[in-house]
């Protein structure tokens, strides 16, 4: 167990995410998660999603109890607030509601030992599993206690961006994925998911500014546990 007292005892996160369209995407994350708590931003029960403006970087901030004791201690770890950016810390913000659910976010990273260090050595996120892809290409699952943290490391990602994408948890997929429909927006259909009991379905619209998936899993992140 994590311990309390330490200022990188990271939980839920925080994510920016760069638009072309603010009024656009702002009317899709209205269907897709509801009313946002304030202007640009939506609270999930783990976490927020920030529209960005267009010419800016996505930005992963894990929520710490106190912002400033944890960059003093990432800082004494060797990593200064702009060596990783646009992954940062902060504190949490906007309101606490049920739903929505943050099941996963995906990032991506230039070399597997190094991303192992980053995200376990220097944010202390609980690093669960590795699962090679091949062609020298790594799945890296970490894990808060609230969030998946899903990396995909390896040279070929060198030039992608570091962050690769959300998956937002429902429990009654079926049922989301028909009224996301009938308002408008274009999803495929519900297919069986990679991992052993879940269903999903992507949410294919560009305004987001992200690739998009709904996920529908029991017990969720048994496997990871």
């Known amino acids: 167990m994590r311990n309390s007292n330490d200022p990188i005892a990271a939980s839920d996160v925080r994510i920016g995410i760069p638009v072309a369209d603010v009024d656009a995407a702002t009317r899709a994350y209205r269907i897709l998660l509801g009313a946002p708590a304030a202007d640009r931003q939506w609270a999930a029960a783990n976490g927020s999603l920030v529209l960005l403006d267009a010419d800016s970087d996505p930005s992963v901030d894990f929520v710490v109890p106190d912002e400033a004791r944890a960059r003093a201690q990432l800082e004494r770890r060797g990593l200064s ?98 009224r996301i429909v009938e308002a408008g927006l274009d999803t495929s259909e519900v297919r069986e998911g990679r991992k052993p009991g879940t269903r999903v379905c992507t949410v294919r619209e560009r305004v987001l500014g992200t690739p998009t998936l709904l996920i529908e899993q029991s017990p969720r992140l048994d496997d990871l546990s």
């Open 81 to 178: 607030a702009t060596d990783h950016a646009p992954i940062g810390v902060t504190e949490a913000i906007g309101r606490e509601v049920e739903w929505p659910v943050l099941d996963h976010i995906v990032l991506t990273h230039s070399d597997a030992d190094a991303a192992i260090a980053l995200y376990a050595g220097r944010f202390g996120l609980s690093l669960r599993r590795v699962r090679p892809l091949g062609d020298g290409l790594d799945q890296l699952f970490f894990r808060t206690p609230t969030v998946v943290v899903e990396v995909v490391a390896g040279p070929a990602m060198t030039d992608r961006d570091r962050f690769g994408g959300i998956a937002w948890l429902t429990e009654d997929i079926d049922a989301d994925q028909e």
